[in-house]
């Protein structure tokens, strides 16, 4: 065995197992979303999950591998790879195509997750089948292109993301907050005369233990886009994670003290993951010290987002705009700022960069954001016309568990079920 071989082996090794974590954070997305909602609605957050994971998976194989990465026309869009047949030699990897596919598809199946939360407990089924199909199979592949294929027009610019921040998170939280306008909020949410109505987590230890395992997945997604087990910058990008995700989540737990005289569990949870997203576009071009600082800032600002949106009657039940949205803005322009040199291709304004990968930064930031909303309009648009995106009123408040799947997430009874009685009852 030579040592490209040997090369080639360890960088599919280390490929295949951070996909696999980035996977593992669809249960932290599971477990986050169900302890957030209420325990009517559980078992719907769950089956949104596999839906996320099935579909999206067998749609990316389909046509949003090839819309992503195929071969290049006019810096817009890939028309190669469909089925991962075709040409694909444009892709030089020390990996295999079939490597690079897995690990790729393990991000557009976060990307959806992101909406997930911020439809939940009213989005009809269906609805959401159907819009998981589109964003995994042609809004979030076409943005990605214009962002990683190495022809696609931001990435000629010299727009940098390493692991995602704009191309992941702002694109699913922004179509998260599309969403979340369209379908409105969930009944009995807010009052009048301006009344906001808390509801009240089902079970926040459970959603502790999702953003645990989110916060281990995240040094796969991270890390992995070396795609490299030899990368020398290894170690940094995790250290960079590590610390941007505890300075979000120290910062909400100070400044919820100071703002609510309580620090807030659920602020917490998610200022642990406003750190991470904020870093992802970053981690590995900027310093110690800069991703404290933007994790920090991400932290807070998640928290004033989430405030804004409920003054706006906006009801994102799992903070995903405010999480995935706007810390993914704050980390894709901390790039602009604090790139250092001879990390990348340009620095940032605050190592003598000047303004224009700033500026750059911010271009991608704006086009991926108004396509991830406009896109997710349109199609939710689209499919009222055949399918209702929302669930029925008596639906929504018997729960999605039983209204839509017929099964409670939590058994109140101690022995079988009288499966013809139910069914009797039912007719």
Same mark, same amino acid.
């Given at each position: ?159 940098? /993301?390493?692991? $995602?921040?704009? #191309? ?6 922004? &179509? +998260?907050?599309? @969403? *979340? ?50 990368? /020398?910058?290894? $170690?940094?990008? #995790? ?6 995700? &505890? +300075?979000?989540? @120290? *910062? ?69 705009? *405010? ?105």
């Amino acid at each position: 065995m030579d040592i490209s071989t040997l090369s080639r082996g360890l960088d599919t090794i280390w490929v295949v197992l951070t996909a696999a974590m980035i996977l593992l954070m669809e249960g932290g997305f599971a477990l986050l979303e169900a302890g957030f909602v209420r325990q009517k609605n559980a078992v719907s957050i769950i089956m949104k999950v596999f839906v996320d994971i099935a579909f999206g998976a067998l749609v990316f194989y389909a046509i949003g591998f090839a819309l992503m990465y195929g071969k290049d026309t006019g810096g817009w869009i890939g028309l190669s790879g469909f089925f991962m047949g075709g040409d694909l030699s444009h892709l030089v990897l020390n990996i295999s195509h079939d490597t690079y596919w897995l690990f790729q598809c393990a991000f557009v199946i976060a990307v959806i997750s992101i909406v997930s939360g911020a439809v939940a407990e009213r989005i009809h089924f269906r609805a959401y089948i159907i819009y998981t199909i589109f964003m995994t199979g042609l809004i979030y592949p076409i943005s990605g292109h214009w962002i990683w294929s190495p022809n696609g027009w931001l990435a000629q610019l010299g727009m940098i /993301d390493f692991a $995602g921040s704009a #191309a992941i998170h702002a694109l699913g939280g922004f &179509a +998260a907050l599309a @969403a *979340a306008i369209f379908i409105g909020p969930r009944i009995g949410r807010f009052g009048p005369a301006g009344k906001i109505n808390v509801v009240s987590p089902s079970n926040l230890p459970l959603a502790s233990v999702g953003a645990f395992i989110l916060w281990f997945g995240w040094f796969g997604f991270n890390s992995g886009s070396t795609l490299s087990a030899t990368n /020398d910058s290894i $170690g940094h990008i #995790a250290v960079t994670t590590m610390l941007a995700s &505890a +300075a979000g989540c @120290a *910062a909400c737990i100070l400044f919820t003290m100071l703002r609510y005289q309580k620090a807030d569990p659920p602020m917490v949870i998610n200022g642990a993951l406003a750190g991470l997203v904020g870093i992802t576009a970053g981690c590995a071009f900027v310093s110690d010290a800069a991703a404290i600082l933007i994790g920090a800032v991400s932290g807070i600002t998640m928290v004033l987002a989430s405030e804004w949106l409920e003054k706006r009657k906006v009801d994102d039940p799992v903070g995903a705009f *405010a999480v995935h949205g706007i810390s993914g803005s704050i980390g894709t322009l901390a790039v602009g700022l604090f790139a250092m040199p001879d990390t990348s291709s340009h620095s940032g304004l605050f190592y003598g960069g000047g303004w224009y990968l700033l500026g750059i930064q911010a271009l991608g930031l704006i086009v991926v954001a108004i396509w991830g909303f406009s896109l997710t309009w349109l199609v939710l648009k689209l499919i009222q016309q055949f399918k209702p995106v929302r669930v029925s009123r008596d639906e929504e408040l018997i729960g999605l568990d039983v209204g839509i799947h017929g099964v409670p997430a939590y058994s109140q009874d101690h022995d079988f079920l009288d499966v013809d009685r139910l069914r009797s009852e039912s007719e």
